[in-house]
Antibody, heavy 115, light 107 residues
Framework: EVQLVQSGAEVKKPGESLKISCRGS????????IGWVRQMPGKGLEWMGI????????RYSPSFQGQVTMSADKSIGTAYLQWSSLKASDTAMYYC????????WGQGTMVTVSS | DIQMTQSPSSLSASVGDRVTITCRAS??????LGWYQQKPGKAPKRLVY???SLQSGVPSRFSGSGSGTEFTLTISSLQPEDFATYYC?????????FGPGTKVDIK
C-alpha cells in the first residue's frame, strides 16, 4: 500500500527552528515528486512547492521561496520541510502529497507557533 | 502565475441533487487538473485526475470534464458522505495553484 506518514504535531515559539518529516512507503520513493501544502486555520489549500527525491530538484511557490526549505533523504525514504525562524503566521496544518497531481496525501502535521 | 477560480464558493444542496462545480484557469492548462475532496479535520483526497479520469475507488457518481481553461466536477446524485469542501489543482505550470474551494453543505 502506498502511503505517506508525517511527523507529529509541533508547538513552537516565534524565532525557533523546525523540521517536519514525511516518510513514504509502498512505492519507489526516488521516482516520484513530493509536494507540500499549507492550510491555515479555516482557510483553503496553498501549494508551497515540490521536490524530486531522486536528485533533490525542487520548485517553490514565490509565496514560500526563502521562507521554508524542502529536502529529502532518499536513503530513508523521507522528505522534510523546515523553517529557520518561525513566525506566528506559520501556524497551520502542513500536508505532503505524492506526484504532480497529489494522488496520495499524508495525514498532515499541525504546527502551532505561539509565544 | 496561473490563477484558478472556482464557482460557486459554496452551495447548499439536498441528498439526491445533481451538483456541478466549475474551475477556471487564467490561461490554458491542457488537462493538467485534479479535483480533491476535503472533509473537516481530514487530509484532502483526490477524486479526479487528468481532468476527467476517476481515481480508483471513487464512486461513479463523481465525474470530471473540461480542458484548456474551463473544468467541471459533477456529482450526479449527492449522498450524505459528499458534504465537504472541493478544490481543484492545476499542475501544468509552476507554481502549481489550487482553486479557493467550494463548500457543499446540507440544505
Amino acid at each position: 500500500e502506498v502511503q505517506l506518514v508525517q511527523s507529529g504535531a509541533e508547538v513552537k515559539k516565534p524565532g525557533e527552528s523546525l523540521k517536519i518529516s514525511c516518510r513514504g512507503s509502498g512505492y519507489r520513493f526516488t521516482s516520484s515528486w513530493i509536494g507540500w501544502v499549507r492550510q491555515m486555520p479555516g482557510k483553503g489549500l496553498e501549494w508551497m512547492g515540490i521536490i524530486y527525491p531522486g536528485d533533490s530538484d525542487s520548485r517553490y511557490s514565490p509565496s514560500f521561496q526563502g521562507q521554508v526549505t524542502m529536502s529529502a533523504d532518499k536513503s530513508i525514504g523521507t522528505a522534510y520541510l523546515q523553517w529557520s525562524s518561525l513566525k506566528a503566521s506559520d501556524t497551520a496544518m502542513y500536508y505532503c502529497a505524492i506526484g504532480h497531481s497529489f494522488d496520495i496525501w499524508g495525514q498532515g502535521t499541525m504546527v502551532t507557533v505561539s509565544s | 502565475d496561473i490563477q484558478m477560480t472556482q464557482s460557486p464558493s459554496s452551495l447548499s444542496a439536498s441528498v439526491g441533487d445533481r451538483v456541478t462545480i466549475t474551475c477556471r484557469a487564467s490561461q490554458g492548462i491542457r488537462n493538467d487538473l485534479g479535483w480533491y475532496q476535503q472533509k473537516p479535520g481530514k487530509a484532502p483526497k483526490r477524486l479526479v485526475y487528468a481532468a476527467s479520469s476517476l481515481q480508483s475507488g471513487v464512486p461513479s457518481r463523481f465525474s470530471g470534464s473540461g480542458s484548456g481553461t474551463e473544468f467541471t466536477l459533477t456529482i450526479s446524485s449527492l449522498q450524505p458522505e459528499d458534504f465537504a469542501t472541493y478544490y481543484c489543482l492545476q499542475h501544468n505550470n509552476y507554481p502549481f495553484t489550487f482553486g479557493p474551494g467550494t463548500k457543499v453543505d446540507i440544505k
